[in-house]
């Protein structure tokens, strides 16, 4: 069954690297999200695209975070410099939003789980 | 902003028993609400989902109520299992306009003695 994926699935970098993340969202959807997840923030969303297009990235550290999707299949979330604080696990999500049914149901992938020393 | 709280943040219960989780939502428009479930380290997984022209559904042991007025809505889950542990997340959006983010409740922890 399809799958959002994501990679790389584990990064462990310095303080100061640039990191690329990647996500390829299920085939069609055309709703995809970028999530962080710690333990003491829950789920914060920060950056949120509609075919292909960026809606709402307010969630962003704007100075150091950037979110594209450059074709349909592939979305980017990069992180330049890098920094302790950004340890976390990033997911990606993607959907088919459904507007005359009203849902907006969303599928994440596995995660990335990033390390800054 | 939009807002949306989630109660409790923890809770222990013994294998068989119910388990209720109650979210409540700030922003009126939201009308669609759905509850995801994650187990460590694993990717949160979308278990059951409520559209604001219903009241109710169930589907096996799980069932969420909407309601719209008090802006509330509830997972309930009975005769739990210990494969029921896990952390669930409630959501909320507007689905209908295409335009708004879904926002996410804090989580609750569950946790199923045998």
């Known amino acids: 069954d399809a799958r959002v994926t994501q990679t790389p699935r584990h990064k462990v970098t310095e303080m100061g690297q640039e990191v690329t993340m990647r996500c390829q969202p299920i085939l069609g959807h055309n709703t995809v999200f970028w999530y962080r997840q710690t333990m003491m923030q829950g789920l914060e969303l920060l950056a949120y695209?509609?075919?292909?297009?960026?809606?709402?990235d307010s969630g962003m550290p704007k100075d150091r975070f950037s979110a594209e999707m450059p074709d349909a299949t592939l979305a980017t979330l990069k992180i330049q410099p890098s920094e302790p604080r950004d340890s976390a696990v990033y997911f990606c999500?993607?959907?088919?939003?459904?507007?005359?049914?009203?849902?907006?149901?969303?599928?994440f992938g596995p995660g990335t789980r990033l390390t800054v020393l | 902003g939009e807002n949306v709280e989630q109660h409790p943040s923890t809770l222990s219960v013994q294998e068989g028993d119910s388990a209720v989780i109650k979210c409540t939502y700030s922003?009126?428009?939201?009308?669609?609400f759905p509850w995801y479930k994650q187990e460590l380290g694993k990717r949160p997984q979308l278990i059951i989902d409520i559209r604001s022209n219903v009241g109710e559904k169930k589907d096996q042991r799980i069932a969420v109520t909407l309601n719209k007025t008090a802006k509330h809505f509830s997972l309930h889950i009975t005769e739990t299992q210990p494969e029921d542990s896990a952390v669930y997340f409630c959501a909320a959006s507007n689905a209908r306009t295409g335009g708004f983010k879904t926002i996410f409740g804090a989580g609750t922890r569950l946790f199923v003695k045998a």
């Open positions: 922003d009126s428009a939201s009308n669609y």
């Open positions: 999500a993607s959907g088919p939003l459904r507007l005359l049914l009203g849902t907006d149901t969303q599928y």
């Open positions: 695209f509609r075919n292909r297009a960026p809606l709402d």
